[in-house]
T-cell receptor, first 111, second 115 residues
Framework: GAGVSQSPSNKVTEKGKDVELRCDPISGHTALYWYRQRLGQGLEFLIYFQGNSAPDKSGLPSDRFSAERTGESVSTLTIQRTQQEDSAVYLC?????????FGSGTRLTVV | DQQVKQNSPSLSVQEGRISILNCDYTNSMFDYFLWYKKYPAEGPTFLISISSIKDKNEDGRFTVFLNKSAKHLSLHIVPSQPGDSAVYFCAASGNSGGSNYKLTFGKGTLLTVNP
C-alpha cells in the first residue's frame, strides 16, 4: 500500500490480558519506529528498528513491552499483562532521512 | 524532564490572520527540528523542517523560524485557513547526519482557525 498500515485501529482489553499490535510499513523504509501518545502527553519513543541491526529498545517502559521485526517487514508490538496506564494511541512510523510516515495508530484502552 | 516544550495547549485564530505556534527546547545537542500536523484519528504528517545551520525555512504559507541562542522555534501560518485546524507537534533530533532519526516530540498545540 501507499502508507503505513496499523491494526487494529481500536482495541479494548481487560487489565491483565496480553495484546499484540501490528504495523505494516511502506516498502523500502528500512527504519521503523514505535511511539505512543497517552492522554495529554506528547509522542513518547518506544523502540526503533534499523535494518538487521539490534533494535534500540531504550524507550520501552517496562519488560511487559516487547517488539519484533524481521528484516524490512511487518513489526508487532506486544504488551503483556496490560495495565490501565498502558492506555494510549500507539503509532508506528517508517523513516527515511528523518521524514517520518506515520500510520493512523492503534487506540488501546485497558479497562 | 521535557526536552521539547509546547507551552500553549491550544490556539484560536480567525481565518486569514497569522497563526504563530511556539516551541522551546532544552537539549543543546538537537540540531534538526520538524513540525508535524495531526488530524483526529490520523497519524501525524510531516509539515516542515529546519536544520540548525539555518534560521528560517519557508514553504508556501508555512514558515519555521529557529533562534538557537534562545533554543526557540516557531511556526508561522499565513494566511490561516479553517483546514489548518489540527494539532501541531514540534519535534527535534540530535543526529541529523546519522542514521538514527529518533525524534523527541512536544505535547502538541491544538490550532483552531475560525471562519
Amino acid at each position: 500500500g501507499a502508507g503505513v498500515s496499523q491494526s487494529p485501529s481500536n482495541k479494548v482489553t481487560e487489565k491483565g490480558k496480553d495484546v499484540e499490535l501490528r504495523c505494516d510499513p511502506i516498502s523500502g523504509h528500512t527504519a521503523l519506529y514505535w511511539y505512543r501518545q497517552r492522554l495529554g502527553q506528547g509522542l513518547e519513543f518506544l523502540i526503533y528498528f534499523q535494518g538487521n541491526s539490534a533494535p534500540d529498545k531504550s524507550g520501552l517502559p517496562s519488560d511487559r513491552f516487547s517488539a519484533e521485526r524481521t528484516g524490512e517487514s511487518v513489526s508487532t508490538l506486544t504488551i503483556q499483562r496490560t495495565q490501565q496506564e498502558d492506555s494510549a494511541v500507539y503509532l508506528c512510523a517508517g523513516v527515511t532521512t528523518a521524514r517520518y510516515t506515520f500510520g493512523s495508530g492503534t487506540r488501546l484502552t485497558v479497562v | 524532564d521535557q526536552q521539547v516544550k509546547q507551552n500553549s495547549p491550544s490556539l484560536s485564530v480567525q481565518e486569514g490572520r497569522i497563526s504563530i505556534l511556539n516551541c522551546d527546547y532544552t537539549n543543546s545537542m538537537f540540531d534538526y527540528f520538524l513540525w508535524y500536523k495531526k488530524y483526529p484519528a490520523e497519524g501525524p504528517t510531516f509539515l516542515i523542517s529546519i536544520s540548525s545551520i539555518k534560521d528560517k525555512n519557508e514553504d508556501g504559507r508555512f514558515t519555521v523560524f529557529l533562534n538557537k541562542s534562545a533554543k526557540h522555534l516557531s511556526l508561522h501560518i499565513v494566511p490561516s485557513q479553517p483546514g489548518d485546524s489540527a494539532v501541531y507537534f514540534c519535534a527535534a533530533s540530535g543526529n541529523s547526519g546519522g542514521s538514527n532519526y529518533k525524534l523527541t516530540f512536544g505535547k502538541g498545540t491544538l490550532l483552531t482557525v475560525n471562519p
